[in-house]
């Protein structure tokens, strides 16, 4: 199958990234850096969860960010794991809410302390009170390609998530490596199965790079038909829930590469480069980014990123 020549980008660092990250970030800073996505051209934004504080701390402020957050111009998203958290993010004025339900039994009793059962049951009135504020819900599917604590998850189990989600007026699925147990034939086999079961609707990965194979997983994704993709700046991120979680596919890294090979992202590679390199001076640490170290393929403006330097 022919690549897709425009692909939507999800920027999911203000919240994936943030959340694992072990201090708390000033909310002037992440807005901060969600300033620079957007002067690069990013139009998708993950920007916080409503989860409890106490669990993850590095969220407490998800309703200022929420209200605070530049606009118009991009679609600011917030991650909900229950009701409650909906309630929250509904009444913060957020454009989008993105509920998630994890797979395998274990994961979710591990990541939000609920049955699968439990957390469906909130279904309903989440999809309703966002249907009354005319908000839209993506459903996030957690570890649809395998459970650190169970191992393999079947395609059913991922399979009536969606459908929970779809039937309930969800406008778009996450199908969630939240482990990085995928490879490139099981993305295929998933995505493949998954669009003969529900031909014709939105959905997208969220690839974590756990075992070093998320670019390789999102070309293949691609091949696949797949236009849709999580990525978070600088490849920071991982699930609090996942043992040795590692960060997601950065985003400058996946510009670069669907830019060399013809495919659109609407992102400016020079500019979100600049973000990371900003992010970077923000945590004070080397991140996992390679393109924001080697550069771009101009000889010249690669040895000015380079000379750059880093935290």
């Known amino acids: 199958m022919a690549l897709p020549s425009k692909v939507k980008i999800r920027e999911v660092a203000p919240r994936d990234g943030f959340q694992s990250w072990p201090d708390f970030i000033p909310t002037n800073r992440k807005l901060e850096i969600i300033q620079a996505m957007i002067r690069a ?3 998708e934004i993950e920007a916080t969860s409503f989860v ?29 794991p229950n009701l409650k958290g909906a309630q929250m993010a509904l009444e913060a004025g957020t454009d989008e809410i993105a509920v998630f339900i994890s797979a395998s039994e274990p994961h979710n009793m591990a990541n939000v302390r609920r049955n699968i059962t439990d957390s469906m049951a909130d279904l309903n009135a989440i999809f309703g009170l966002a249907k009354d504020k005319g908000t839209p819900v993506i459903g996030a599917i957690v570890v649809a390609f395998g459970c650190p604590y169970q ?24 199908l969630a490596d939240t482990t990085g147990m995928a490879t490139p034939p099981r ?9 003969e079961r529900f031909p014709n609707t939105s959905f997208g990965l969220h690839l974590h790079n756990n075992r070093g194979t998320a670019m390789a997983n999102l ?61 970077e001076k923000i945590l004070g640490q080397i991140l996992p980014g390679q393109v924001m170290k080697s550069g771009p393929r101009d000889p010249e403006i690669a040895s000015k990123i380079c000379s750059v330097g880093h935290a």
């Open 151 to 174: 191992g393999d998850v079947p395609v059913d189990a991922v399979f009536r998530l969606a459908d929970a989600y779809l039937s309930r007026g969800a406008t778009a699925v996450i």
């Open 52 to 80: 409890n504080p106490k669990a993850i701390p590095q969220m407490s402020d998800a309703t200022e960010v929420i209200k605070s957050v530049p606009r118009p111009g991009c679609n600011y998203c917030a991650l909900v």
């Open 219 to 279: 070309y293949a994704a691609l091949e696949a038909g797949v236009n849709m993709f999580d990525t978070a700046l600088g490849g920071i991120g991982g699930c609090p829930n996942v043992p040795h979680a590692a960060g997601n596919l950065p985003t400058e890294d996946v510009v670069y590469m669907l830019e060399d090979i013809g495919v659109d992202t609407g992102i400016d590679l020079l500019a979100i480069i600049d973000a990371a390199h900003l992010l």
């Open 41 to 43: 051209g990013v139009t």
């Open 187 to 195: 993305i295929d086999g998933l995505v493949r199965a998954y669009k």
